[in-house]
């Protein structure tokens, strides 16, 4: 079965212009969920999707950031202006969760990640 | 809120050997699930074991398993007869029970090196 889908795999880009990294999930799944990794800050949360509708993006760092999930099999997370902070690793990752989980259990597989740089 | 500390930044084992990393977590919730990631020089993200805070037993998958200690709030993972493959980031992450909390949260890591 296919894993998580990302691409770009690698970008470098131009301070200012807009980048769109883009995600599929794995079919079946859920959740959606953007993940950034840096050295300064590890892996951070920046905005997870239930059954297509964002339930938490308190991790999104000011305006520029934005995330879109149209549909059960797609998303893109959008900067705009970009700068050179925004410089990281950008994890897409998904799960299934049905109702309530008792444990968390429904384990969250990452894509391989998308590797941005900008100049 | 749900906190994940791993206190080692960086770990040396001989090939072979069989090697510990810390986990400690804080959480109030009584229902959660504590998973181990490893990450590779390559970048991804490899999900290795999940341990449920109900389940009874330790949880295992081949060369590794989970020493869960409830009561202490520790998670750590043991990998038995290390392998030089076996060097990579290693990620403790916990995650809550409800959909509001649906989110992992990350410890800092633990840099493995596996020496010949």
């Known amino acids: 079965d296919a894993g998580v889908i990302q691409s770009p795999r690698h970008e470098v880009t131009e301070m200012g212009q807009e980048v769109t990294l883009r995600c599929k999930p794995i079919s079946g799944h859920n959740s959606l969920f953007w993940y950034r990794q840096t050295m300064m800050r590890g892996l951070e949360l920046l905005i997870y999707?239930?059954?297509?509708?964002?339930?938490?993006d308190s991790g999104m760092p000011e305006d520029r950031f934005s995330a879109k999930m149209p549909n059960a099999s797609f998303s893109t997370l959008k900067i705009q202006p970009s700068e050179p902070r925004d410089s990281a690793v950008y994890f897409c990752a998904s799960s299934l969760v049905l109702g309530i989980l008792r444990t968390g259990s429904n384990t969250i597989y990452f894509g391989e990640g998308s590797w941005l740089t900008v100049v | 809120a749900q906190k994940i500390t791993q206190t080692q930044p960086g770990m040396f084992v001989q090939e072979k050997e069989a090697v510990t990393l810390d986990c400690t977590y804080d959480?109030?919730?009584?229902?959660?699930?504590l998973f181990w990631y490893k990450q590779p020089s390559s970048g991804e993200m490899i999900f290795l074991i999940y341990?449920?805070?109900?389940?009874?037993q330790n949880a295992t998958e081949g060369r590794y398993s989970l020493n869960f200690q409830k009561a202490r709030k520790s998670a750590n993972l043991v990998i038995s007869a290390s392998q030089l493959g076996d060097s990579a980031m290693y990620f403790c992450a916990m995650r809550g029970p409800n959909q509001g909390a649906q989110k992992l949260v990350f410890g800092q890591g633990t840099r493995l090196t596996i020496n010949p």
């Open positions: 341990q449920g805070s109900y389940d009874q």
């Open positions: 959480t109030s919730d009584p229902s959660y699930g």
């Open positions: 999707f239930n059954n297509n509708v964002p339930i938490d």
